[in-house]
């Protein structure tokens, strides 16, 4: 992170009894800090360092929680890892504080806005793009021959239109589509069909024989009425007898799709206010910078945003789980505190099915950046979603009321995709995501805002990161200056400024969340 020779740690608060190594390439063996500690291992960058002794089963102390118990004992200047540590016992779902934290007492932030495409039902899609829903994933190869030569007949002809999407996924048939839990990726495909970004316009391909019927995914009454009448999806049947031939397939998903293009190219942006925004924020190859820089600058722009009566969505079940005193803490209500605990224990209730639990989080990227296990990633995680008051709760693949603005919890998997896809099926039109080890990622129906944690990534992925908050540690722009530069940045790329993920078309499939069996 720092450029400088002089040796540089950072330390969360002063209680902590670790600090990570902020220098580039990390610090060898045998350096003095500024306060005359000497390292007795090198320690690579993003890692800890012990600053006093620490005995044998002693909490080791970061963020001013524990992140572990020390195995051994472990003498100050030592290095620091996972290897060293016994994780902490996940807290229990009982006994926990109930919306006993006042909300902030903030007062608005008037007069921002963005320009944005207004829908029928009063959401604003960030982006003017014609979706191609698919009940099953037969039908996937089709439909990218359709989107190809819709692209390149078609989209010429409507400038208005920024894209077509084929909502392609691995769900639809082969599945136990009855059984408890099945109806998490129904739900989060329906709802994600009707994005705020696809402005109302549904054209939906179905094979024939699937299991998820186009009639059962988007039943009568789940798409916004248009012109005073309900017309249900457009919806194309590759087995239907009137097929005859692949290019007669073809033919009749570029043929239906003129009517919708037609429609979303007649629209316009116009100026509305930031309050129209849905942001999703979420980390990705996340390492011990990201609690330190990127996430805290999220979190003073996630307030920011609620200020300006925006939503904000955080995540991520098992990156939140060692933190949840905290959620429930912030909770606006006893009620959404026991939303949160609802969430939280059948996730749990889950991972068990599977024999496994919380641990199994962290990667080896991961830890290779500093994060010794998933409570010290959980604390660093944490801090992205700001220190609002917690409005509501969402179940996987539930879509976002009216209402429900603020700062919201979304409880999905922490896995990049799947957390993805089920915020854009609660109806995110912007998506921000904080890396440390870098990745690539993208979404191609919303704009996908990166923000590196360190600038030797920025530097290095200078045309894939958006944002540099490794500044902060570098000492030249503080957490509420990044904030506000992220918001920003955030506003300009609603109205139609291009990321760097948009720039290259780099997206990631769509991954449905399913906990029901597959047969």
């Known amino acids: 992170m720092s450029h400088s020779t002089a040796p540089l740690t950072i330390r969360m608060h002063a209680t902590d009894n670790v600090a990570i190594v902020a220098n580039d390439g990390g610090l060898p063996a045998g350096t003095r800090l500024a306060d005359g ?24 102390v970061r963020y001013n929680v524990p992140v572990g118990y020390a195995r051994q004992a472990i003498p100050a200047g030592s290095w620091v890892h996972e290897r060293l540590l016994d994780i902490p016992a996940a807290r229990a779902l009982q006994g926990l504080p109930m919306a006993t934290r006042p909300a902030p007492a903030w007062e608005p932030l008037a007069g921002l806005t963005f320009e944005g495409y207004v829908n029928v039902d009063g959401s604003v899609g960030t982006r003017n793009l014609l979706a191609i829903t698919t009940t099953v994933q037969c039908v996937a190869g089709v439909v990218g021959v359709a989107t190809q030569r819709i692209r390149d007949e078609l989209l010429p ?12 996924h691995t769900y639809g048939c082969g ?29 939906v391909v179905s094979l024939g024989c699937e299991k998820l019927q186009p009639e059962r995914l988007l039943p009568p009454g789940s798409i916004p009425v248009r012109d005073g009448r ?35 190219n007649a629209r316009k942006r116009q ?28 979190g003073y722009m996630a307030d920011l945003l609620v200020r300006a009566g925006a939503t904000v969505m955080f995540s991520e079940n098992t990156e939140v789980r060692d933190a949840v005193e905290q959620l429930t803490a912030r909770a606006a209500s006893p009620q959404v505190a026991e939303d949160i605990v609802r969430e939280l224990a059948w996730y749990d209730a889950y991972l068990d099915r599977g024999r496994v639990d919380r641990i199994a989080n962290t990667t080896p990227g991961n830890k ?49 995709f799947i957390c993805g896809t089920l915020q854009l099926a609660a109806g995110m039109n912007l998506h921000v995501f904080t890396t440390g080890r870098g990745t690539p990622y993208g979404l191609a129906a919303c704009p996908v805002v990166k923000v590196a944690t360190r600038t030797d990534l920025a530097r290095r992925w200078h045309d894939l990161m958006d944002m540099n908050a490794g500044r902060i ?47």
């Open 271 to 298: 100026t509305v206010p930031a309050s129209a925004l849905v942001v999703g924020v979420q980390c990705g190859g996340s390492d011990a910078f990201s609690g330190v820089t990127a996430n805290p600058a999220v």
């Open 37 to 60: 500690l000497v390292l007795r291992d090198k320690v690579p960058q993003g890692h800890k360092v012990a600053l006093r002794d620490l005995a044998a089963g002693e909490a080791v």
């Open 230 to 264: 309900d017309a249900g999806p457009d919806v194309v049947c590759l087995q239907h007898e009137a097929h005859v031939g692949f290019m007669s397939m073809i033919d009749d998903i570029v043929a239906r799709a003129r009517p919708h293009l037609e429609r979303l």
């Open 473 to 519: 540690a570098d000492g030249e722009i503080t957490i509420e200056e990044a904030g506000w530069e992220l918001l920003h940045l955030l506003l300009d790329v609603a109205s139609g400024r291009r990321t760097w993920a948009e720039h290259w078309k780099l997206q990631n499939a769509l991954v449905l969340f399913n906990p029901a069996p597959v047969t």
């Open 157 to 168: 002809l409507y400038p208005n239109v920024d894209g077509v999407v084929a909502l392609e």
């Open 368 to 416: 290779a950046g500093g994060l010794s296990n998933i409570a010290e990633k959980a604390m660093g995680s944490i801090i992205k979603s700001g220190t609002a008051a917690i409005g509501s709760v969402l179940a996987p693949g539930d879509k976002l009321r009216p209402d429900q603005k603020g700062l919201v919890f979304a409880a999905t998997p922490a896995s990049d």
């Open 175 to 203: 599945v136990a589509i009855d059984a408890p839990g099945a109806e998490i990726p129904i739900r989060t495909l329906r709802h994600i069909s009707l994005n705020p970004n696809f402005g109302g316009e549904v054209l």
